[in-house]
């Protein structure tokens, strides 16, 4: 079973070939990173995580946003009227783009020609691809869940058994960058302790833990994390064998927040190092799998939010029948804080994770959009008309109250800046025209639009855009990723 990430990817490496002849890294012209585009973490604000020594700086460090996977950002975007838009081809599907303290741009593609991962290192400044990094196939199609670490390494995972580090640097011929694998944590022995072979089960998302470890979650339900300092690999397995994980996992003081296909869990280590459950909290699944969703289950990486720490609470959507449900615990207990149906009868179902600050969530539906067909088991029923829509949930001393709804049509996964005060998206028209947005987090108005492209080759497909430090957004799309400019 794949997860989000690798079903979406394998698909369209299956039905994008055409775009396997793309160019090649460009090595000549390299751009030295400005000053402006380097990150540094801004002074913490209420609400928002506490810094992860471990990880690259908020924002840009994992898919989420942060290792609470708020999905949220400290950093301006490209504002109400930015330059056009420019293309990018790669000749891959890019989900995972990221920047660690240097500013320089990581992506990681899953190939057309192969169906391998690659790591791209893109120019900060034009943001053509400078250097790649192959990486060995697995048993499971596209690449996992990635971080840029405290050292601007991204942490992935390869076909050969190993967690690596990938680094860069200038030290290649006449000075330009390179990638590298500067180091290989293999976790094969783990997993085979576990279920009885090398290949009966692999990793699928990778997250910094505030231990300082390399925290893991497998397709088949298991979590656990290697320890950079020793070399130790360990993990347990999660509930019921027939559990399986389909998003990314999130990080946080507490520990670790899994959620499966079945139940949300808060893991950590003991002072023996053994990985416990602290609690296991089930939700309603539903029937099916819902059209526009990926999983039967919940699509949503936990996200970490509260008003004073930033991960006092978790919120997760269900798939609950007829409305999906926002589900909120507090973070130390499990305990059940509140519980509301979302979107309306015609449109309640999500993919993606919501945004959490504060005391607000805001859910995207997902719920008939026309993802590429072969990517899972069918779904009930078996298509949908896609009608968009994002709301709004706030906690309130009672539980909690939708605030607002509107009928954008999002195709990306929503990211909120908290230094701008909007919610950046992309929306699809029936017309296939693919538009950035920027919406009021306060009213739910779109208060500016801009287009990216238009037609199927521009389709972002519910894959995540990252705002870089000088307000420049990157965004996947199937024929490679766009830039947008202030």
Known sequence: MFTRVQRTVACLVLTATVMATSPGPATAGVTPVAASQRHDDPPRVRGELPRNPWSGPAGTATMHGDPGSSDTTPLRGPGPDPQPAQTVPVPGVCPTILAGRDGVPLALCTEYADRAPSVYLLDPTTYLPLARLHLEAGALLGGVYAYVDHRDRLVTVDGSGAIVLVAHDRSGPGGTWRLFVQRRIPFTDAVARLCGSATCDA?????????GRIWFATAHAAAGYADPATGRVVVRRLGRRS????????????????????????VRSDRRGRVRTVWRRAYDRGPARKPGQLTWGSGATPTLFGPRTGHEFVAITDNARPRTRVLVYRTGTGALRCSIPVLGRDNSGSENSPIGFRRSIYVASTYGYPIP???????????????????????????CRSVWRSPVRSSAVPRLSTAEGVIYTVTRSETLAYDLVRVSPRTGRVLSRSRLGHGPTADTLQMVGSILADGTLLQGTIAGLTVTRR
């Open 203 to 211: 990793l699928v998302t990778v997250a910094p833990g505030y231990d």
């Open 243 to 266: 559990e399986r994980i389909g998003n990314s996992i999130s990080t946080v003081p507490d520990g670790t927040v899994v959620t499966t296909d079945h139940a949300t869990y808060l």
């Open 373 to 399: 067909a072969g990517t899972t088991g069918p779904s009930d029923p078996a298509s949908a008309p896609f009608v968009g829509g994002l709301e709004r949930v706030d906690l309130t001393r009672r539980g």
